[in-house]
């Protein structure tokens, strides 16, 4: 196994093909879902493992809403779930939970948990586990360009939901597909992307140390010259 020498502070996942790993087995493509839960708990260890400080990961995006009705409630219901059955580990492991996102659409199941997850946990301080829900990074310009604007002010970054939180330094895409899907626009200047054929649910420990890896063997300029 090659070295780590460069730990990334901030991985964020665009985490997708659920729906295709449950087509292959023949399964509803909510089983995919469930079984990307398990994913998302490898990740997480691995992250505290390694001693990445920053794990962010777009669980639903802003045009994920014009998916099926069922799916959407399944997800909702799947997200509140999860967060809930994970306390207990995230406060062993000192985990702090983050939602951002449009969090007027939230159900108040969904909204309840958030809350009460992510202030039970907001004393941690080993690992910042975000959750992009109902988020688009043209929906963050957007609401922190109106918010700077009445402000008065004229820097658009604290407004960015993401503000206090640095910089994606790899972004991971599952699935072969190459895109942002409106993910962080603005945030991503300056992140190394890594984009894998593996689908979500099958992506564990291994395939997180080999994306890890492939980073640490890039040489990140800046537009600088070295
Ligand atoms: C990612 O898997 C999960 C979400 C976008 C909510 P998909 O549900 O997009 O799975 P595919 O892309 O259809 O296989
Ligand atoms: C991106 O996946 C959104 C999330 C992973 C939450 P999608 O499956 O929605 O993206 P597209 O539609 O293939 O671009
Ligand atoms: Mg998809």
């Known amino acids: 196994m090659e070295k780590l020498n460069k730990i990334p502070e901030h991985v964020s996942i665009i985490m997708d093909g659920n729906g295709r790993w449950a087509r292959e087995r023949g399964k509803e493509r ?10 998302v708990r490898a990740v997480t260890e691995s992250c505290i493992e390694l001693g990445v400080r920053y794990l962010s990961l777009f669980a639903f995006s802003e045009e994920n809403w014009g998916r ?22 995230f406060m062993e492991h000192g985990v702090r939970f983050v939602v951002l996102g449009n969090r007027e659409r939230l159900g ?8 009460e997850v992510s ?16 988020y688009s990074g043209k929906w963050d ?17 604290p407004f960015l939901v993401t503000a206090g939180i640095p910089d994606p330094d790899l972004i991971i895409r599952t699935s072969g597909e190459k895109r942002l899907s409106n993910f962080l626009l603005w945030q ?3 992140s ?9 649910p099958d992506f564990r420990k291994d395939c997180f140390r080999a994306a890890l890896e492939e980073f640490a063997s890039r040489d990140r300029r800046f537009g600088k010259i070295k």
């Open 192 to 200: 190394e992307f890594v984009f894998v054929d593996t689908l979500w």
């Open 108 to 115: 108040t199941e969904l909204n309840d948990t958030i809350d």
């Open 68 to 89: 099926p009705d069922a799916e959407v409630q399944a997800l909702m219901s799947l997200m509140a779930r999860a967060a809930r059955n994970e306390l207990p580990v």
């Open 141 to 157: 310009i957007d609401q922190a360009a109106r918010r700077m604007a009445e402000a008065g002010a004229d820097s658009i970054e």
């Open 30 to 39: 909510v089983n995919g879902h469930f079984e990307g839960v398990e994913s």
């Open 119 to 134: 202030s039970l946990t907001a004393g941690n301080d080993r690992l910042v586990f975000i959750l992009f829900i109902s």
């Open 188 to 190: 991503a200047a300056y």
